[in-house]
């Protein structure tokens, strides 16, 4: 097994346009750990769609170096924002059976891979469903259920929960975060600052170049005091989740919390904790 981590060193990727070269990804450095969460954010056109893409393998890039330690053995996936965009099939089972076809699988190993995946996401009862009466997220269910079915170990979810409503979106997440927790590298592009509380890094881009990487908490928190606008997720222009502006407000209240919480349930915990 190969257990060396998926770095990269200064990966560029340009496009040349009408204006001349245009340089999409600057000299990326980064390293992903065999079932690591990497969260990656920005603002719109910072090239998070570009840098999911050359980690799920399917852009080449123009300059720098690319060493797949663990991800060269490992099977690779990529959810989209548009969940159309990967199903192949007209009934689940038929979107499945293809995705695993593709990769050679038959028989029982097929039948079985099958049923583990539709159990997974929660969609045995619309296994003969027709794929076109899903809703959007129960076909996002089903594009990580052909994930699962692949039997990746690592997972690119671009933007997978975006066009979902919050009852999918969190269905959505609570599947990604079991997959995490049985061993599957994630990456998880996202404009939900309230989608970061489970990732293990994050990384923020801005114009292509990485303006932040590290633990969540101090992406939120620009110091123990949490003084508003000094974040590196204000500073990149990204609003901060609700449980963290309120901690702001109680902050500027003169309200004290002994921890700096990351989800309202975190910060409803230790305000029951004060108020006891
Ligand atoms: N094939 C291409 N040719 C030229 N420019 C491109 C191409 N693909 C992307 N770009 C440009 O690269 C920049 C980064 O795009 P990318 O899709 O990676 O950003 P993003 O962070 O995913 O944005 P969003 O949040 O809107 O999804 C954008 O300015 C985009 O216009
Ligand atoms: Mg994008």
């Known amino acids: 097994?190969?257990?060396?981590?998926?770095?990269?060193?200064?990966?560029?990727?340009?496009?040349?346009?009408?204006?001349?070269?245009r340089l999409i990804l600057d000299q990326i450095d980064l390293v992903l750990r065999r079932g690591e969460w990497l969260a990656l954010v920005g603002r719109n056109g910072s090239g998070k769609s570009t840098l999911a893409k050359v980690a799920a393998g399917l852009l080449p890039i123009s300059a720098g170096r690319i060493e797949l330690g663990w991800v060269e053995q490992a099977t690779v996936r990529m959810v989209l924002q548009n969940p159309e965009a990967q199903l192949i099939g007209e009934t689940v089972e038929e979107d499945l059976t293809f995705t695993l076809e593709i990769i050679g699988l038959t028989g029982a190993e097929l039948e079985r891979r099958l049923g583990v995946a539709l159990q997974a996401v929660g969609l045995e009862r619309l296994r003969y469903a027709a794929v076109a009466e899903l809703s959007g997220g129960q076909k996002q269910l089903l594009a990580i259920a052909g994930c699962i079915a692949s039997e990746a170990q690592l997972i690119v979810f671009d933007e997978?929960?975006?066009?979902?409503?919050?009852?999918?979106?969190?269905?959505?997440l609570e599947t990604a975060s079991q997959l995490h927790a049985s061993g599957v590298a994630i990456v998880w592009v996202t404009h939900e600052m309230e989608e970061l509380a489970g990732a293990d890094r994050v990384i923020a881009l801005d114009q292509g170049r990485v303006e932040y990487e590290g633990n969540v908490r101090r992406f939120f928190y620009a110091d123990a005091t949490g003084r508003r606008g000094e974040s590196a997720c204000e500073r990149l222009g990204l609003a901060l989740p609700f449980a963290i502006?309120?901690?702001a407000e109680l902050g500027a209240q003169g309200v004290e919390l002994p921890e700096q919480p990351l989800t309202g349930a975190e910060l409803l915990a230790q305000l029951e904790v004060m108020l006891r």
């Open 1 to 21: 097994m190969n257990l060396r981590d998926y770095e990269w060193e200064r990966v560029s990727v340009a496009y040349s346009t009408v204006d001349g070269i």
């Open 160 to 172: 997978a929960t975006s066009m979902l409503d919050p009852l999918a979106r969190e269905r959505l």
């Open 245 to 247: 502006e309120a901690v």
